[in-house]
C-alpha cells in the first residue's frame, strides 16, 4: 500500500466530510464563514504536520458543507405539492425506457408544470408498447403520483430508492407526443450513445447483440431474464457494468494511433481525455464510469504535467467527484461494489499473487484469479446485504472469460470507428465478435446452473465471513514470514 500523502489526506478529508452530511447536515453562518477565512490566513506560521491537520480539517467542514447543501437541492421538490393533480407538463426525457412486465419506465425532467415553470427531475410511467427516445422533448398529460413506498417482504424501497436520485414525482403519463430535442451537452450525449449503439455490433442481432451492447455500454435490457440471472449467479454481472478496462481500452487505442500517425505524444494524451470524455457522456454517469473515467483522465493529466500518478489518490478523487454532486451516492450499491473493489485490487492482489507463485500456472492465470478472488472476498459482504445473495464460483467464471472480454470490447470499439469508413469491414469484426459474446453467454450459463453457485440466507453469510477470516489468516501468516 502507498504511504499516506498530504493529497491523500486532503482528498480523504473531503470524502469524509462529503459523507457525513448523510448523517448530519451543516448550515453554515456569515461569521463562521470569516472564521474560516482568519484561519486559513493562519496556516502560514504553523508547522507543515500542524498545517496539513488544519487544512485537512478545513477541508473536511467544507466538504460537510458543500454536501448539505447539495442534499438540500436534491431533496427540494415543487411538484410534490401537485401530488394527485392531473395536467399537462413539458419534459426532456433522459433515459431509455426500462421495460418491465406490465409497463416501462423513463427518467425525464420536468421544464413545465401547467402554465408553472419547474426545473426537476421526474420520472415516468408509460404502458407497454411506444415511448418516446432519451433526448425527446415531450408534452405529456400526466397523473402525479408519489412513489411507492416499501411494501412488506418486498425489501426495495422505492420512494427512498428514487429520492436519493432527486425524483419525487412519478407521472403516470396518460398521452404524450414528440416536440423536439434537447441540444447541448445532453443533445451530444445522446447523439454519441446512439451511434456506439449501432455501431458497435453492425449487422448483430439477438442475444449476441445483446451481449455486446450490455458490455460495452452497461446495459442489460436486452438481455433476457434467464441470461441475466446467469450472469449474477456465475459472478459475471460485472461485466454489464462499464469498468476501467472499458476506459483503458478506449485511450490506449488513441494514444496508440496518434503514436501510428507519428503525432506528439501530447497529442496522444488530449486525444485521450477527449475519447473518455465522449465515452462517459455515451454510457452515462454511472459510479463506475466515474471513478474509471477520473482514474484514465488522471493517467493523461499526470503525464502531461510530469508527475507520477498515485492509485489511492485518484481513488479518492473519484470519490470527492462523485459524493460532491450527490451525497446519496454512498448509499449506491454501485458506488459501494466499484470502490470496495478496487480498493482491494490494491490492499489484496500484490499478496494474493505472492501466494500463488508457488502454483504451476501461467502469471496471466495468477493476476486474473488474485483480481477474481480479492474482487469476489471485498464485495461479498455488500452482496449479502444489499442483495441477499452471494456468488461463489466468480473466480472459475472470470478465469474462463477474462481472456477474451478484451478482445471483445476491443472488437466492439474498432467496429464502431470503422463502420462510417467501411461498413463491410465492421460487420465482418462484428460477426467475429458475436461468437466470443456467444462464448461469454455460455460460461455465464454454465457456471450459473451450478446449484450452489449462488448462495442466499445463511449459507451466503457464511460465504461472506469464512473468505475474509481466511484472507486475514493468509495475510497474519505471511506478515509473521517476512513475505
Known amino acids: 500500500m502507498s504511504r499516506v500523502l498530504p493529497a491523500h489526506a486532503i482528498a480523504g478529508a473531503a470524502t469524509c466530510g462529503l459523507a457525513l452530511s448523510n448523517a448530519v447536515r451543516l448550515v453554515i453562518a456569515p461569521p463562521v464563514l470569516i472564521a474560516v477565512v482568519a484561519t486559513l490566513g493562519a496556516l502560514a506560521a504553523l508547522a507543515p504536520q500542524q498545517r496539513l491537520a488544519l487544512a485537512a480539517v478545513l477541508v473536511a467542514v467544507s466538504g460537510w458543507w458543500w454536501g448539505s447543501a447539495r442534499l438540500d437541492a436534491l431533496d427540494r421538490s415543487p411538484l410534490r ?226 508527475r507520477e500518478r498515485d492509485g489511492w489518490h485518484v481513488l479518492l478523487l473519484a470519490a470527492v467527484v462523485l459524493l460532491a454532486w450527490s451525497p446519496y451516492a454512498l448509499f449506491d450499491p454501485g458506488f459501494q461494489l466499484s470502490f470496495v473493489a478496487v480498493a482491494a485490487i490494491f490492499v489484496l492482489v500484490p499478496r494474493l499473487v505472492e501466494i500463488l507463485e508457488g502454483y504451476p500456472l501461467p502469471s496471466s492465470v495468477r493476476l486474473t484469479a488474485a483480481v477474481s478472488a480479492a474482487c469476489g472476498v471485498a464485495t461479498a459482504p455488500v452482496l449479502a446485504f444489499r442483495f441477499g445473495a452471494v456468488p461463489i464460483l466468480g473466480v472459475i467464471a472470470n478465469a474462463l472469460v477474462e481472456p477474451v472480454v478484451g478482445v471483445l470490447l476491443g472488437l466492439a470499439l474498432i467496429a464502431a470507428a470503422v463502420d462510417p469508413v467501411s461498413p463491410g469491414a465492421a460487420r465482418l469484426l462484428a460477426w467475429l465478435d458475436g461468437w466470443i459474446a456467444a462464448y461469454v453467454a455460455a460460461c455465464a450459463r454454465l457456471v450459473g446452473a451450478v446449484p450452489f453457485a449462488q448462495l442466499r440466507g445463511p449459507a451466503a453469510l457464511a460465504a461472506t465471513v469464512l473468505p475474509l477470516l481466511a484472507v486475514a489468516a493468509l495475510w497474519h501468516r505471511a506478515s509473521r514470514s517476512g513475505g
Open 81 to 306: 405539492a401537485h401530488v394527485g393533480e392531473a395536467n399537462w407538463l413539458g419534459v426532456t426525457v433522459t433515459s431509455e425506457p426500462r421495460v418491465g412486465r406490465f409497463g416501462q419506465r423513463l427518467f425525464g425532467r420536468a421544464g413545465r408544470f401547467g402554465g408553472e415553470a419547474v426545473d426537476e427531475r421526474v420520472e415516468l410511467e408509460l404502458p407497454l408498447g411506444r415511448a418516446p427516445p432519451q433526448g425527446a422533448r415531450i408534452r405529456a398529460l400526466a397523473i402525479l403520483r408519489a412513489p411507492r413506498p416499501a411494501q412488506p417482504g418486498s425489501g426495495f424501497d422505492e420512494r427512498l430508492w428514487l429520492r436519493r436520485q432527486g425524483i419525487h414525482v412519478v407521472l403516470h403519463v396518460d398521452e404524450w407526443r414528440v416536440i423536439g430535442r434537447r441540444g447541448g451537452l445532453g443533445g451530444l450525449a445522446d447523439r454519441l450513445r446512439a451511434w456506439l449503439r449501432t455501431a458497435c455490433a453492425p449487422g448483430l442481432g439477438g442475444e449476441r447483440r445483446a451481449v455486446v451492447e450490455g458490455i460495452v455500454l452497461g446495459d442489460d435490457q436486452g438481455l433476457s431474464p434467464g441470461l441475466k440471472t446467469a450472469f449474477r449467479r456465475s459472478g459475471l454481472y460485472h461485466l454489464l457494468a462499464v469498468s476501467g478496462q472499458n476506459v483503458v481500452l478506449i485511450a490506449g487505442g488513441v494514444l496508440a494511433l496518434v503514436l501510428l500517425l507519428g503525432l506528439p505524444r501530447v497529442v496522444g494524451h488530449l486525444g485521450a481525455l477527449a475519447a473518455i470524455g465522449a465515452y462517459v457522456l455515451a454510457v452515462g454517469p454511472q459510479a463506475s464510469v466515474i471513478r474509471a473515467a477520473v482514474a484514465g483522465a488522471a493517467v493523461s493529466i499526470a503525464w502531461l504535467a510530469g
